[in-house]
């Protein structure tokens, strides 16, 4: 999905809030960025072929042995390093993140004996969140079970913890410091699960495919537990309730700080132009998740003065389309 995504406000002139990506709202990167910059040498040296260095602090973190965690140039690549190892027919329940299936399509099915199923938790776009034992249940039906847990740190819900999950023999579970820390940029990543998995996939690892800045920075953000992303889900449901009481809109129930709506009329793609245009906001057009329509988008919450401006707007722009 190289086009269609959040976060694509150079398609527009000036774009002043940003709803349209799920990154945590507001994130304070100017200590990790005055660290970085301390470290000139990080751009005159290779990295290590694999980043070994920080697989052994997140290995240590979550009470893993280091074979069980390969850092990644961020989840999507995580994402297509199993779908190549694992050539298994594949279900990909919708809508969700498009990638899974993209990943499985780029890469030829050659195992037909053996079914993989892709989750992601939280789910993009709905904001739903699988328990433990949801993922467990999985488990038991497939022969591999990949739970992409990039949202983990966005929801109050239970979600596994590497650590169990590194007991389940068929897991594979993937984790997002782009999400957890709000570094979009700096493309980092990793995979846990059991060790018999992990010698699988590092057969089709990429040598210095992370970077010495984004090992660096994972390092240091490992450190200072206190930058981690901490959306305000009471804001979040907060704005939710006030979308929901707007004529013509439905809001899905969300265990997150995103969520998924429905315009009644008109489409997403045009309540995105006139945000952008009129309001110099930007939502996310999710009419391309397979299983959508053209009248569905989606929203992160922000700030609640911005998020009291975006619903103004979208009452306005509804108000507009209902009397036309």
């Not at 780029?106 to 709905?126: A, G, S």
């Not at 090992?215 to 206190?226: N, R």
């Amino acid at each position: 999905m190289i086009k269609g995504h959040g976060d694509d406000g150079y398609l527009y002139g000036h774009i002043e809030t940003d709803f349209s990506s799920n990154i945590c709202a507001k994130g304070c990167h100017q200590r990790l960025m005055a660290h970085l910059a301390s470290c000139p040498q990080l751009v005159s040296h290779y990295p290590e072929p694999e980043a070994w260095s920080l697989e052994r602090m997140i290995a240590e973190r979550q009470g893993l042995d280091p074979q069980q965690v390969i850092v990644t140039n961020g989840a999507t690549e995580a994402i297509y390093l199993i779908a190549q190892t694992f050539a298994y027919q594949a279900e990909v329940p919708s809508p969700t993140f498009s990638e899974y299936e993209d990943a499985c399509n780029m890469f030829p099915r050659t195992d037909t004996e053996h079914r993989m199923v892709w989750l992601c938790n939280p789910n993009n776009p709905t904001g739903m969140v699988y328990s433990p034992e949801v993922v467990e249940r999985m488990a038991e039906k497939y022969d591999l079970l990949v739970v992409d847990q990039s949202y983990e740190d966005y929801t109050d819900q239970i979600v596994m913890s590497a650590r169990e999950g590194s007991h389940i023999s068929n897991l594979i579970q993937i984790h997002s410091f782009t999400k957890s820390y709000g570094i979009p940029g700096l493309r980092l990543g990793y995979i846990t699960a059991h060790a018999a998995l992990t010698t699988q996939l590092r057969r089709n690892l990429r040598p210095w495919c992370v970077s010495h800045i984004a090992i660096e920075a994972g390092k240091y953000l490992l450190q200072h537990d206190e930058l981690r992303c901490k959306p305000d889900l009471a804001e979040a449901q907060r704005l939710r309730e006030m979308l929901g009481r707007i004529n013509g809109i439905v809001v899905e129930v969300s265990k997150t700080n995103f969520m998924l709506c429905e315009m009644k009329t008109g489409t997403a793609a045009e309540l995105k132009d006139y945000l952008a245009q009129n309001h110099h906001m930007l939502i996310r057009d999710a009419s391309n998740f397979r299983g959508l329509t053209p009248r569905h988008f989606r929203i992160a919450a922000q700030l609640p003065h911005e998020n009291d401006q975006l619903v103004a707007a979208i009452k306005e722009y509804m108000t507009k389309k209902c009397n036309s």
